[in-house]
């Protein structure tokens, strides 16, 4: 992946962030999902007052993704406007093993904290499609 590929997604999750609906949390996140047509996707958290349906952004990029069309993820950055980085949850690892087994998942904030590490890692031994026969 290119330097310019990886600063635009940075910068897509950069500004999805923005439109965070975080009312209970207060923690704003913004994600932007590499497919495999070479298009970006956004995401933000959308949180509810009956917490349990909160929807991350990883889980909102990708799912816009796969409403375009989308089959496959290439890559994740997820955006907190905080000091250190957010690790995507269990919830989103899973979802995003589903289309991207061998994504590279990279997380960043407002500092120099950087997470960059594959799916593989995040989520060793995944349950996925396979698993079904
Ligand atoms: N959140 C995300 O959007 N992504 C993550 O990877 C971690 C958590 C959201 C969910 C909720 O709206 C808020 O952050 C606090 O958990």
Redesign the pocket.
Known sequence: MTKATLSHLEKVARTAAKASY?P??Q?A?G?AVLAGSGKTYAG????NASFGL?????RTAIFTAVTAGEKKIKCVV?YTPTPTV????GA?RQVINEFGPRARVISVCDTKDRLDLSLETLLPGAFGPGNLG
């Open positions: 975080s209970y949390s923690f996140v994600a933000t958290n959308v949180e909160c929807n991350c952004a990883e997820v957010t690790p995507p949850c989103c």
